[in-house]
Antibody
Framework: QLQLQESGPGLVKPSETLSLTCNVS??????????WAWIRQPPGQGLEWLGT???????YYNPSLRRRVTISVDTSKNQFSLMLSSVTAADTAVYYC??????????WGQGALVTVSS | SSELTQDPAVSVALGQTVRITCQGD??????ASWYQQKPGQAPLLVIY???NRPSGIPDRFSGFTSGNTASLTITGAQAEDEADYYC???????????FGGGTKLTVL
């Protein structure tokens, strides 16, 4: 059974960089059939796609966040990561990692709450 | 990029049928995915592709897409179906993903 688990600091100061890692177990991140995605959800709000990466390193980013988002992959560790720079309180959210198949986001992590505050 | 519009809230009487819709301005994928989210939980995939349900999802959930509108239908809504529902498309032209704003379903 595929499992995804987000990890990283739960508190980040304004203007700093948010960093999260998604560890994938029960399957290979190098599978040619899948992409890997980051999605976030501010408290009481809806879901927002941040970006997607393929095991080869190909990335796609939400245009509204493109200048601040970097997603990378480490196939040797079977994990992928998110960096979001110059954070503000508006970046406070639950951050999810998920697997993207041809048609859908079929497996999700449990989510990691990141609060931006001094 | 595409924008997806959902009604913010919908209610249904227990055992009745409810349809939740998702309208896009320029959808570039034939199929929507639908996710159910209960408080404090991660989204759960309930419908994908041409009306496919993951293992464990009851057959009272069904999906349909026509033109610029996707719909999720729950036939015989149960109390446990009360949740937020989000539609999602993958834009085939640029591999971007987009979510609808979500619909809060109340089962009366």
């Amino acid at each position: 059974q595929l499992q995804l688990q987000e990890s990283g600091p739960g508190l980040v100061k304004p203007s700093e960089t948010l960093s999260l890692t998604c560890n994938v177990s029960g399957g290979s991140i190098s599978s040619s059939a899948y992409f890997w995605a980051w999605i976030r959800q501010p408290p009481g709000q809806g879901l927002e796609w941040l970006g997607t990466i393929y095991y080869s390193g190909i990335t796609y980013y939400n245009p509204s966040l493109r200048r601040r988002v970097t997603i990378s992959v480490d196939t040797s560790k079977n994990q992928f990561s998110l960096m979001l720079s110059s954070v503000t309180a508006a970046d406070t959210a639950v951050y999810y990692c998920a697997r993207l198949g041809e048609l859908t986001l079929d497996y999700w992590g449990q989510g990691a709450l990141v609060t931006v505050s001094s | 990029s595409s924008e997806l519009t959902q009604d913010p809230a919908v209610s249904v009487a227990l055992g009745q049928t409810v349809r939740i819709t998702c309208q896009g301005d320029s959808l570039r994928s034939p199929y929507a995915s639908w996710y159910q989210q209960k408080p404090g939980q991660a989204p759960l995939l309930v419908i994908y592709g041409k009306n496919n349900r993951p293992s464990g999802i009851p057959d009272r959930f069904s999906g349909f897409t026509s033109g610029n509108t996707a719909s999720l239908t729950i036939t015989g809504a149960q109390a446990e179906d009360e949740a937020d529902y989000y539609c999602n498309f993958r834009d085939s032209s640029n591999n971007h993903l987009v979510f609808g704003g979500g619909t809060k379903l109340t089962v009366l």
